[in-house]
Nanobody, 123 residues
């Protein structure tokens, strides 16, 4: 079972930066999408950034220009660089990868989630 492990969260002052990492415990194949989501207390989980199979990236207006998603395929790691952080960015951040665990056409495509990492933006 492939696991995703996030790191890099913490407490940061408004205007500061953090870089989140999401490491997969094994290689994944036929990746359909890789993304970051967040969930604040009392709110629904929302998309923060994603990378799609066609190479495109998507960001909601709330983070556009401040957050950047990237990946290092050799390290099986996904990143989220967050700059100019605001108190409203406070949430638990989750990484998500939709992919196969084996390089075979018959292998099922699965939805993998990390356990979440807390980001708190406060002075």
């Amino acid at each position: 079972q492939v696991q995703l492990v996030e790191s890099g969260g913490g407490l940061v002052q408004p205007g500061g930066s953090l870089r989140l990492s999401c490491a997969a415990s094994a290689s994944l194949f036929s990746i359909n999408s890789m993304g970051w989501y967040r969930q604040a207390p009392g709110k629904q989980r929302e998309l923060v950034a994603n990378w799609l199979r066609d190479g495109s990236t998507n960001y909601p207006d709330s983070v556009k220009g401040r957050f950047t998603i990237s990946r290092d395929s050799a390290k099986n790691t996904l990143y989220l660089q967050m700059n100019s952080l605001k108190p409203e960015d406070t949430a638990v951040y989750y990484c998500n990868i939709v992919a196969k665990a084996a390089p075979m056409a018959i292998a099922p495509t699965r939805d993998y989630w990390g356990q979440g990492t807390q980001v708190t933006v406060s002075s």
